[in-house]
């Protein structure tokens, strides 16, 4: 049964740009490249709550075509503030996908999608589901 996603993966052409605009984003440096760091075909962040894992793959090892333009399934990072990630994320370069929308009025859910330089999409969001697991682990 599926209990969790382990790591996102996302395909660049471009490694090293990749490496430079996820490293802004994120603040911090993928902690795993291969085979070099100097000249990475793959690389990987750990960061968040969970330690979540976002992959960033050398385009041309990709299994399946990878589409010109934004493509690939959403995955929503839950952020505390969907505005200032909106604007961020735009201000590093991204390009709007999805507005912020709201996803059930008075529930709290809302979402918005950004396009990263390299085609994949960035889906993020407020999620109280979210910070209610967070809440229940805390002692």
Same mark, same amino acid.
């Given at each position: 049964?599926?209990?969790?996603?382990?790591?996102?993966?996302? =395909?660049? &052409?471009?490694?090293? &740009?990749?490496?430079? %605009?996820?490293?802004?984003?994120?603040?911090?440096?993928?902690? =795993?490249?291969?085979?070099?760091?100097?000249?990475?075909?793959?690389?990987?962040?750990?960061?968040?709550?969970?330690?979540?894992?976002?992959?960033?793959?050398?385009?041309? =090892?990709?299994?399946?075509?990878?589409?010109?333009?934004?493509?690939?399934?959403?995955?929503? %990072?839950?952020?505390?503030?969907?505005?200032?990630?909106?604007?961020?994320?735009?201000?590093?370069?991204?390009?709007?996908?999805?507005?912020?929308?709201?996803?059930?009025?008075?529930?709290?859910?809302?979402? &918005?999608?950004?396009?990263?330089?390299?085609?994949?999409?960035?889906?993020?969001?407020?999620?109280?589901? =979210?910070?209610?697991?967070?809440? &229940?682990?805390?002692?």
């Amino acid at each position: 049964m599926l209990r969790g996603f382990a790591t996102v993966s996302f =395909y660049a &052409a471009d490694v090293q &740009a990749a490496r430079e %605009w996820y490293t802004k984003l994120l603040g911090i440096e993928p902690y =795993y490249a291969v085979p070099t760091p100097e000249n990475p075909a793959y690389i990987e962040y750990r960061f968040g709550d969970f330690q979540c894992e976002l992959g960033i793959i050398d385009a041309k =090892y990709a299994t399946h075509q990878v589409a010109n333009g934004p493509a690939g399934a959403v995955i929503h %990072w839950h952020v505390d503030d969907l505005e200032a990630t909106v604007d961020s994320l735009l201000s590093l370069g991204a390009t709007l996908n999805d507005p912020i929308t709201d996803r059930g009025e008075g529930t709290g859910f809302r979402t &918005a999608s950004v396009v990263d330089p390299f085609g994949n999409i960035i889906g993020i969001m407020n999620n109280p589901h =979210y910070l209610e697991i967070l809440a &229940a682990l805390k002692p």
